[in-house]
């Protein structure tokens, strides 16, 4: 069994930065795309992120050029960077494994919050 686990988030001031972490205990995940999704309140969870274990990178278009993800495969750690951040990003972010061969989320982490003040 595999648990993911966030930490990093918090309150911030609009234009500030947060960097959040997913650790993942029980097996290695390099056969898994690791993505990050995040829901506000009254939202539907939305993707934000995705990276595969050869470096490829995916964004949300809302996030581009802000946010960064990352993962050390050596640590089993996904990491997100996330700058110049808005108030419209609170949300409570979630990191997920992605079985690459089936496309299935296979794994869920708790969530960790990000609330960014204006």
């Known amino acids: 069994q595999v648990q993911l686990v966030e930490s990093g988030g918090g309150l911030v001031q609009a234009g500030g930065s947060l960097r959040l972490s997913c650790a993942a205990s029980?097996?290695?995940?390099?056969?898994?795309?690791m993505d990050w999704f995040r829901q506000a309140p009254g939202k539907e969870r939305e993707f934000v992120a995705a990276?595969?274990?050869?470096?490829?990178?995916s964004y949300a278009d809302s996030v581009k050029g802000r946010f960064t993800i990352s993962r050390d495969n050596a640590k089993n750690t996904v990491y997100l960077e996330m700058n110049s951040l808005k108030p419209e990003d609170t949300a409570v972010y979630y990191c997920?494994?992605?079985?690459?061969?089936?496309?299935?989320?296979?794994?869920w982490g708790q969530g960790t919050q990000v609330t960014v003040s204006s």
């Open positions: 029980g097996r290695a995940l390099s056969s898994y795309r």
């Open positions: 990276r595969w274990s050869s470096g490829s990178t």
């Open positions: 997920a494994a992605r079985r690459l061969a089936t496309g299935a989320y296979d794994y």
